[in-house]
């Protein structure tokens, strides 16, 4: 079984094409409204808590994982490149860490990839209990722009998935923390990568048929699968490579029953690789293994030629990752024998 391999390589995680020139330093106080809710940050942070992976891994982009105070909720290991530096750094939790524990570590700034963490019905707290701590909070424009999350934890998007989100956010962080030229450094990076993935795969002329499921887990083995949703980060990836998603929700993870799933008979399948163990299926060999040999999905012409590649879960949700999970699909895309 084919697997895809999502990894920034060293020398392009610290070495970035040079900023075209120097930006103005950030004014103090800076006052931003992040996800609908008003912020002022006093000073560049010397402390932050990052409650997320992807958060936490552009913070050590940026060259600021000295001040990274503590991190939670990891799904994947940390990118190999920034093994050293988060080894240092304090892990509060590998899900979602309690109120006490974040501000216990005095942060002068809390940020986060989720409202499920920090919003309205916040696992880790709401946007005013850090207010009332005296904490700015501030929360990844991928999880509020175009998307709603007031009717499930994960949220539906009312429109496609779009990785300037990402970058907005990257130069928003460095913004805040007055490291602009390096926020222009890591963007103009992956904006080069994610064009250079998108021409590879306009090269390859796919057929207007070729279809795809991503496969992120399942609260059992037996049941309805959590899969990807036509407009978030697996939906763009599809579109961009000019792939059909099999799936038209507009909910990021929605359940969708096997037997809809063959029916449509994708022509591969992405599964999950992931290091969280909250549900079987988060194991990617217990997904392999049900695909083998579970009666319908061992049928579907993905399972039959060996078309299930695999992707480190981060990257299928907003971050950095997100494009060097096209760059792998696109790469996978090229080696792919679309006729049978």
Partial sequence: MLKLTL?????????????PMALAATEYPLTLTSCGHEITIPKAPES??????STTEILYALGLA?????????????????????????RLADNAPSFESVVGKHPDLVVTAYEWM???????????MFDDSKIPS??????????DNTQSMDGAR?????????YQGITELAQIFDVEERGEEVVADLKAREAAATEKAKALNLPDNVSAVFWYSSADIEIDPYVAGAYGVPGWMLSTLGVKNVVDSAEEWPTVGWETIVTADPAFIVAAEMNRRRFPADDIAVKREFLASDPLAKEMSAVKNDRILSMEANAMDPSMRSIFGLEALADALAGFDLSK
């Fill in 7 to 19: 990894r920034l390589t060293a020398a392009t995680a610290t070495t970035f094409a040079l900023a």
């Fill in 158 to 166: 009312t429109v496609m998935f779009d990785p300037e989100l990402v």
């Fill in 66 to 90: 000295d001040k990274v105070a503590g991190t939670a909720l990891w799904i994947n290991p940390v990118l190999p490149q920034f093994a050293e530096v988060d080894a240092k750094v304090e």
């Fill in 118 to 128: 920090i919003g309205p019905q916040g696992a880790v707290g709401t946007r005013e």
């Fill in 48 to 53: 932050v808590v990052s409650v997320g992976q």
């Fill in 138 to 147: 501030w929360v990844m424009p991928t999880e509020c722009v175009g998307k």
